[in-house]
């Protein structure tokens, strides 16, 4: 109580003050500001679902450095989950992981490639980012076991089907074709509509109240159509993985299926070719066949945005084989491609031409800027994650859980989705993958409490 009326007072000297000066437009905001502080102390699990719902809106605030949305409110969740796990009022136990030697390994060798950066201000700005990847880890590490999976998913398919809405209405009102949304990368932004179909198809088949299913399914709509629009040939192949694996996790539900309903099966597969034929752009047909000239070598440059790729392959294998082991330092793949004969060749304009491009594959650019020891503790901690999904989906299905094995499928599916993609784009740190790394650490540890509670109560039921 005593604290309570201390920071009230404290804020009411404030907006007073503030009041007599030429900036009295920003005395409401600080009261504002300090409910909204007050609410996120109450409930700091909804700060973590502010945090998911703005990741599709970053391009909104690409031109702000310092005070964006997103880092005001992830710089008050981490000062606060400080202080709760300091006065205990979160368990300190949330802090555990099983994938913490491998991240501390994977944070201590980038540093020492940072250390050794001949560009050390792109390293500096490489390595802000990636500590920013890694508060959100430590965040939903603690906080998203206070959240019902269900919450998480919906949360991230509705942002992003915002942002759909938006993509949609830019691609049929501009000459600029694919979507992006708010963010300037096409393939970027197909990566976020590929994670959302991934969780919608749960939010559609796990609800009591068809008329919401019914509002998911018209959401998928428009996420598919959404991500046609993008073009992303990778996109096609993800998605592609995805279904096959989401098909065969509901394969035991074939059996419901009587010869009395093979009819409709056969009509509605008759109705949905020819309407996902027609739906489909005739540009993005072409793009997608495109991918058959891969047949004949990387030395093919039919396709520019082919031969780029297979030029980044080159100019990566060329920097790892010079650094193996350090790198050339965070952030400078785009230097080294600079100066190689690739970029002027492969430049998007010939009058403007873009010479400074990233490798478009996360694995190889980590390899080249931070060296193969630090590329290959990536690729652990994301083979860990997608193990520790497996594993407590096959737990889940053995205690006969079958709504939990369906949401953690689902969630696996989407960072599945996630680390596909990061073969075909840049971004160690990627919101996101981060956040649904913590989130198997969430389940597992959710799973082991499960387990211990049925043990008790077996041994106390077989003791009476």
């Known amino acids: ?49 502010g945090l998911i719902f703005l990741v599709p809106f970053e391009g909104l605030f690409e031109g702000t450095r310092f005070f964006t949305g997103a880092k005001v409110l992830g710089a ?8 709760q796990l300091i006065l205990r009022q979160l368990p300190i136990a949330r802090l555990g992981s099983t994938l ?11 540093v020492i490639s940072v250390l050794h ?62 979507a992006t949304g708010l963010l300037k990368d096409p393939n970027y932004f197909a990566l976020l509509v590929s994670v959302a179909i991934a969780m919608a198809g749960y939010l559609i088949l796990h609800q009591r109240n068809w008329l919401i299913s019914l509002f998911w399914a018209g959401v998928l709509v428009i996420l598919l159509m959404t991500f046609m629009k993008t073009y992303s040939r990778s996109g096609a192949l ?32 008759a109705v949905a070719m020819p309407v996902l034929h027609f739906s489909i752009p005739e540009d993005y047909k072409q793009r997608l066949f495109s991918l058959l000239s891969l047949q004949k ?3 093919s440059f039919d396709d520019r945005s082919l031969g780029r790729r297979a030029s980044y392959l080159v100019v990566g294998w060329q920097s790892i084989k010079e650094n193996p082991w350090v790198g050339s330092g965070p952030g400078s793949f785009p230097v080294s491609y600079a100066y190689s004969g690739y970029a002027s060749a492969f430049s998007l304009s010939r009058r403007e031409p873009e010479l400074f491009r990233r490798a478009h594959n996360t694995y190889l650019e980590l390899a080249v800027e931070s060296g193969l020891v630090v590329s290959l503790l990536f690729c652990w901690l994301a083979w860990r994650g997608l193990l520790g999904y497996w594993q407590v989906r096959t737990i889940a ?22 680390c596909i993609f990061l073969l075909f784009l840049s971004a160690p740190n990627h919101k996101y993958f981060w956040c649904m790394l913590a989130i198997v650490e969430v389940v597992r540890r959710y ?15 077989a003791s009476l």
Request: net charge positive; with cysteine; aromatic share 12%.
């Open 117 to 178: 950066s001949n560009y050390f201000e792109l390293s500096i700005n490489s390595l802000r980012q990636m500590l920013t990847a890694v508060a959100i880890f430590i965040l939903t590490l603690v906080l998203a076991e206070d959240l019902r999976f269900k919450h998480i998913m919906s949360t991230l398919v509705l942002a992003v089907a915002m942002t759909a809405l938006i993509a949609l209405y830019q691609s049929y009102s501009s000459d600029n074709n694919r």
């Open 447 to 461: 799973c082991e409490k499960q387990s211990r509670a049925l043990t008790e109560e077996s041994r106390h039921e």
């Open 397 to 418: 299905l053995q205690k006969q859980r079958f709504s939990l094995a369906s949401s953690v499928t689902h969630l696996g599916l989407a960072f599945l989705t996630l």
């Open 238 to 269: 993800v998605l592609l993985i995805v279904i096959g694996f989401a098909i065969w996790h509901y394969r035991d539900y074939l059996h419901m299926i009587r010869a009395r309903h093979l009819g409709w099966v056969l009509l509605s597969l």
């Open 1 to 49: 109580m005593l604290l309570f009326r201390c920071l009230s007072s404290i804020i009411f000297i404030t907006c007073v003050a503030l009041l007599l000066t030429p900036y009295a437009w920003l005395a409401p905001f600080i009261a504002l500001g300090c409910i909204g502080l007050i609410v996120l102390y109450r409930h700091p699990a909804w700060g973590l679902l």
């Open 297 to 299: 070598g990387i030395k």
């Open 100 to 110: 913490w030697r491998p991240l501390t390994l994977f944070l201590l060798f980038y």
């Open 76 to 83: 008050a969740l981490l000062v606060i989950v400080a202080c």
